[in-house]
């Protein structure tokens, strides 16, 4: 740890290579913050699949930074079955990366971020919690955010009396540079003319949210979804 910015806040981002995780690491480092990526990709590789892997990532966090102040968990398994598709082994494959992955981590780090008494969780969800899109094939997708806003609003309420905030982000449909197979042009258009805001929504969207509820401004926020969706969900 450079003692130039030994004051800074750590921030550990799951996911962090990927197209809204990279624009989120861009915005906490923009703040200030010194963010450490788990991700597949890069040089220090951590499969979130792996319950090892992920305990000993933010172990070594930890050890090299002494503490941990955010963590945001924007990693995701994204595989596609409808209802008679669907066995117990993608499931598995899903809920370990979307679910329990954040739930690892937050054994390991919660009791530092309670030392300090600060501390701020955000889980990247999906607003098709709220709003299902018309394919049939997202299912195992939609489950697991909805257990993930679960996890969150649950933790909120047990972690709050060490100054540790948890929060939830709902993007609506942000497409990557590459479009994902199977999502017609068409899908795409119709969930936009249904937003309030009928525009193309970009990664920097959601990142700046993250960014507000990571700070020591939001410290009146946790338990929440905020929907970074352009008006798609009212709530």
Not at 25 to 34: D, P, Q, S
Not at 96 to 120: C, D, I, K, Y
Not at 215 to 228: K, W
Request: aromatic share 4%; proline share 8%; hydrophobic share 45%.
């Amino acid at each position: 740890m450079d003692e130039a910015d030994g004051g800074a806040p750590v921030a550990l981002v799951t996911g962090g290579a990927g197209f809204i995780g990279s624009a989120i690491v861009k915005a906490l480092t923009a703040r200030g913050h010194r963010v450490v990526v788990l991700d597949r990709a890069g040089d220090d590789a951590v499969d979130l699949a792996d319950e090892q892997q992920v305990r000993a990532a933010a172990r070594t966090v930890l050890e090299r930074h002494g503490r941990c102040d955010v963590l945001v968990h924007a990693g995701v398994n994204f595989e596609r079955a409808a209802l008679p598709d669907i066995d117990a082994a993608l499931m598995r494959r899903m809920m370990t990366v979307n679910v329990e992955a954040p739930l690892w981590l937050l054994q390991e780090l919660t009791p530092s971020m309670a030392e300090h008494h600060f501390g701020r969780v955000v889980m990247v969800v999906s607003d098709t919690f709220f709003d299902p899109p018309p394919v049939p094939d997202m299912l195992p997708y939609v489950m697991t955010k909805g257990a993930l806003i679960g996890a969150a609003r649950a933790l909120a309420r047990s972690l709050g009396a060490d100054g540790i905030t948890v929060n939830c982000v709902a993007p609506g449909m942000t497409p990557p540079p590459v479009s994902e197979p199977g999502l017609g042009s068409n899908v795409a258009e119709g969930v936009r003319s249904r937003q309030a805001l009928p525009r193309p929504l970009v990664p920097e969207d959601v990142a700046e949210v993250v960014g507000f509820l990571v700070s020591r401004e939001a410290e009146a926020l946790t338990g929440q979804t905020i929907c970074p969706d352009g008006g798609l969900v009212l709530r």
